[in-house]
Structure formats: structure tokens, C-alpha cells
């Protein structure tokens, strides 16, 4: 018990730093797009996939009850073999730094799933609507990045369904019913919520720590010393940093060398929107739930 009240204690101020950061990312991708980042995308030329890193398989999530996965959960249900990764991004669109990261996928024909906040899919449609439109999944993340471990129920149910809504509302295929904590921040009640709703959690086996280091090398060291330690899992990244899009074509590069085989996430059925006004937007909360299980 010690232990685990030392570990929450130490880890506090990392997530408030972390909260900084999502922030910061959040308001300035908010600001009026370039020219340049307003264009729709150039026509890409054809890839030849024969020898890039591709999609081993793709698996279909029945969402129905929920689910967990990751390995923060006591029961996750089953997903991945050993040496499969799955790739997924939070916290965007982004105008450029996505775009350069869908780039980066594209040149290794592989697929991920994009954890997003309404507020970003709001302000970025055309961007949001091309990550699907490549092939992408695309999930939800709430609607202004709010810890859940901080919020009334009815806050929490909010910040989830107006996030949908604006998702439902601006994707073609529509959104997944797959659903990320901001900051690992699960609360039972909430989690509780989304098994009722059928919309899967995913938690994260692999943090690239994108938001706190500054270099490809560091990013590289963090996802593969986990990988390597677990043998594979869904690795966390965030589509709202500049260190991110550098990162990911070495990072993919070093998936194919050591043989990783990645994992497409899509869902077996459609999400039943519920309606729910936008919540107003509000500074980011400091109390933190949990980052992550002490184990």
C-alpha cells in the first residue's frame, strides 16, 4: 500500500506537466490553419507495399458490454499475439502534424487507430475526415481533454457523448465506439457508463512518453524498450506534436527490423448516438485519478 501511495504521489506532478503540454498543443493547432495547411492534400504517388511494414491482420472489436484492453486492466479481454503492436494516436487532428504522420503510415502501408477530442475534430474536419478516409480508425478521447477522475457523472457523460456527436457528425463512416481516458484517468463509474453504451476502453501497453522528450532517439528507446519487454501491445503516441511526426517513419522503419507485425483495430458495429450539448471549455483539471495501475 506504501508503494502505490508513493507511486501516485510521484507521479502527480507528471501528469499536471502533462496537462500543460496537451494543452498548449491544443491552442495553438487551434489557431487559423495557413494557407499551406488549409490545402487540400497532393495527390500521393503509388506506394509499392511489397516490402513495407503493412498490416499483418486486421481484427474486428465486438464492442457489445464494453470491453477493456490494455494492460492497466485487471480482466483486459484478449487481443493481441505475441509480436503484434497496434499503433494509435491521441489528442488531434492536427493540421500538419497529422497530415505528416498519415505521410508516414501511407509510405508503410499500415494502419492505426486515432483517439480524437471533439474540440479538434471541430475545428479540423477536413483533417479528421482524411485520417478516415485513409483508412484509419478513428475514436474518441472526450471533448475538451477533461480528466474524468475529476468530474461529476454527468460532466463525464458530457464530455463523452458531445465528443461522438461532433464525430458522428463529421465522419463519413461514422466513429467507432472506441473510447481512451485522457491521461489513463478511469474511473469505475465512467467505465461502468461506457459498458452500458457498448463502447470498447483501450487503455495502452507501451508509452512513447511523445508529449515529454524532445528527440527521435529518445522516442525510439522509450516504445522499444517496452516493446521488447512485453513483446508487443497497443503503443501510445500523440498526433499533436511536432517531435511525433518526425519520430514515427524511424519508428515504423524499427517495427519492420525487429519484425513487429502491426494490428488494424476496426469495429464490428456502429455507435447509437445519444444527445448531448457541448460542454464549455474549461482549463485543464489538475487532480489526477490515475496515470496507470501501481502493479
Not at 54 to 79: A, C, F, K, N
Not at 264 to 274: D, F, T, Y
Not at 275 to 288: C, D, H, K, L, Y
Request: glycine share 6%; aromatic share 8%; net charge positive.
Amino acid at each position: 500500500m506504501r508503494n502505490a501511495l508513493l507511486f501516485a504521489a510521484l507521479l502527480l506532478p507528471t501528469v499536471a506537466l502533462a496537462e500543460d503540454r496537451v494543452a498548449n498543443a491544443a491552442a495553438t493547432a487551434e489557431k487559423p490553419a495557413t494557407a499551406e495547411q488549409a490545402a487540400p492534400p497532393a495527390a500521393k504517388a503509388p506506394v509499392d507495399c511489397k516490402n513495407a511494414l503493412g498490416v499483418s491482420r486486421v481484427i474486428e472489436v465486438d464492442t457489445t458490454g464494453g470491453g477493456e484492453y490494455g494492460e492497466q486492466y485487471m480482466h483486459p479481454r484478449p487481443l493481441l499475439e505475441k509480436g503484434e503492436v497496434v499503433i494509435t494516436f491521441d489528442d488531434g487532428p492536427h493540421p500538419e502534424f497529422t497530415r505528416q504522420i498519415l505521410d508516414a503510415l501511407a509510405a508503410e502501408c499500415t494502419e492505426a487507430t486515432f483517439f480524437y477530442v471533439g474540440r479538434m475534430i471541430k475545428n479540423f474536419p477536413d483533417m479528421a475526415r482524411q485520417v478516415q478516409a485513409e483508412g484509419h480508425t478513428v475514436g474518441t478521447h472526450t471533448y475538451t481533454h477533461r480528466n474524468l477522475g475529476g468530474t461529476s457523472m454527468g460532466q463525464a457523460e458530457q464530455q463523452i457523448e458531445s465528443t461522438f456527436n461532433v464525430a458522428e457528425a463529421t465522419l463519413p463512416n461514422g466513429v467507432a465506439p472506441f473510447f481512451r481516458f485522457p491521461y489513463l484517468s478511469d474511473p469505475q463509474r465512467v467505465r461502468d457508463y461506457l459498458a452500458k453504451r457498448n463502447i470498447a476502453v483501450f487503455g495502452i501497453d507501451v508509452d512513447s512518453f511523445d508529449w515529454r522528450v524532445r528527440t527521435t532517439e529518445k522516442v525510439m528507446h522509450n516504445v522499444f524498450t517496452g516493446l521488447d519487454k512485453k513483446g508487443g501491445g497497443i503503443i501510445l503516441f500523440h498526433d499533436i506534436h511536432a517531435n511525433t511526426a518526425k519520430s514515427i517513419p524511424a519508428v515504423l522503419a524499427e517495427l519492420k527490423k525487429r519484425s513487429y507485425k502491426v494490428v488494424h483495430l476496426v469495429p464490428k458495429s456502429r455507435l447509437e448516438a445519444v444527445a448531448a450539448a457541448e460542454p464549455t471549455q474549461v482549463a485543464p483539471r489538475r487532480r489526477a485519478h490515475r496515470h496507470r495501475r501501481a502493479r
